[in-house]
C-alpha cells in the first residue's frame, strides 16, 4: 500500500455533509496520507449534518461557509492560513445544489430564478474558490485544486435537469482559471468526472437507482464509489501530478467512452420478452 502520499501537505476540503458524501471519504484518505485540513460547509450543512465527526477523526477544523459568499471564502481561506501557519497545498470543491431538481421542475419548465441559483452554488462557486484563492496567494507553488463534475457537462442525461448545464461551466472554469494560475503560479485545476454515487445530492435525482443501474452495466470496469473518487483525488493532490492541468479525468469505469455493452443490451432485450407487441 502506498503511504503518506501527502505527508506535510495541507488543504481545505468543502462539502462533507455526512459520511456518504464523497468529501468525507477525500478527507479521510487525505488524512490517512499524512495531510492535515480544514473542513468546511454551508451553515445549514454543518447544522444537519455530522461534519463534527469527521473532524474529530481526523484532527480538523470546521470553519463555516457559504461558497456563494465571497466575504465566507476570504473569512475562510484567511483563517485557515493561520492554523495552516501558512499557505496551503491542496483544495477540494465538492458542491452541488438544483433547486429545480429538489423541487422536481423539469427543464424544459425550468424557473430561473432557481437556475441562477443552480449556477452559482454549483459552478460559480468553483470560480469564487479560485478567485478568492488566487487574490489572497493562499495555495503554494505546486498546489492543486479539484473540483467534482458529471458526464452529463458532455452527454445528455434525462433527469439531470439543470445540474448538467452547471456541470459544464464547472468544467470550464478549470480550464479557464487553470490556464491562469498554472502560468502565474504554478498552481493546478482539475474536475474528476465521477460515476453515479449514492449520496445525498447524488439520490435527489430523477431516476437515480435506473441510472446506477445502467452506468454500471455500461461500463467494463463497473461503476466507481466514493473511495475510488477519493483515491483519484489523493493522486491529483499529491506530487505525482504535478503536470496534470486543466484536465477533466473520467473516473466512471469507462462509460463516458461507451456506446452500448453486453450486459446493458441484455437487460433492455429483458423488457422485450416481457412486453410482446400487441
Ligand atoms: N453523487 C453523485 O452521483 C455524483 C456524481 C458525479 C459528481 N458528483 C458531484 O460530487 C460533489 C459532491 O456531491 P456528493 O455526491 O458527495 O453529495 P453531498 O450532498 O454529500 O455533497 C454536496 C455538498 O454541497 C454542499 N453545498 C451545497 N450548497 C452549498 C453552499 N452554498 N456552500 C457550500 N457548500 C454547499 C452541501 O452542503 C453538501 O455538503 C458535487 O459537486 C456533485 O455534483 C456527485
Not at 38 to 48: D, E, G, K, Y
Not at 54 to 64: M, P, Y
Not at 132 to 153: P, R
Amino acid at each position: 500500500m502506498i503511504t503518506n502520499l501527502l505527508e506535510g501537505k495541507k488543504g481545505i476540503v468543502f462539502g462533507a455533509l455526512n459520511d456518504k458524501s464523497i468529501a468525507w471519504h477525500v478527507a479521510e484518505k487525505a488524512h490517512a496520507q499524512g495531510a492535515r485540513l480544514v473542513l468546511t460547509n454551508a451553515p445549514v450543512a454543518i447544522r444537519m449534518g455530522t461534519i463534527g465527526e469527521l473532524a474529530e477523526k481526523t484532527g480538523s477544523e470546521v470553519i463555516t461557509a457559504d461558497a456563494t459568499s465571497m466575504q465566507d471564502l476570504e473569512v475562510l481561506f484567511n483563517r485557515s492560513m493561520e492554523i495552516f501557519d501558512g499557505k496551503f497545498d491542496f483544495v477540494l470543491h465538492s458542491i452541488g445544489m438544483s433547486p429545480n431538481v429538489r423541487k422536481g421542475i423539469p427543464y424544459a419548465e425550468s424557473s430561473y430564478e432557481n437556475m441562477l441559483k443552480t449556477l452559482d452554488i454549483s459552478a460559480l462557486s468553483f470560480h469564487r474558490i479560485l478567485q478568492t484563492a488566487y487574490k489572497l496567494d493562499a495555495i503554494k507553488e505546486w498546489g492543486s485544486v479539484v473540483a467534482l463534475t458529471y458526464v452529463a457537462a458532455q452527454r445528455t442525461l434525462a433527469g439531470y435537469n439543470d445540474m448538467g448545464d452547471a456541470k459544464a461551466l464547472l468544467e470550464s472554469i478549470a480550464r479557464s482559471f487553470g490556464y491562469i494560475y498554472g502560468k502565474d503560479r504554478h498552481v493546478r485545476v482539475n474536475t474528476i468526472s465521477q460515476s453515479p454515487t449514492a449520496t445525498t445530492a447524488g439520490s435527489g435525482i430523477a431516476g437515480f437507482d435506473s441510472l446506477v443501474d445502467f452506468s454500471d452495466r455500461m461500463s467494463p470496469l463497473g461503476n466507481a464509489d466514493a473511495s475510488d473518487c477519493a483515491d483519484v483525488c489523493i493522486t491529483l493532490f499529491s506530487d505525482l501530478t504535478k503536470k496534470v492541468t486543466m484536465q477533466n479525468i473520467f473516473n466512471d469505469g469507462g462509460f463516458s467512452s461507451m456506446g452500448m455493452s453486453e450486459r446493458a443490451i441484455e437487460q433492455y432485450n429483458k423488457s422485450f420478452r416481457e412486453c410482446p407487441d400487441k
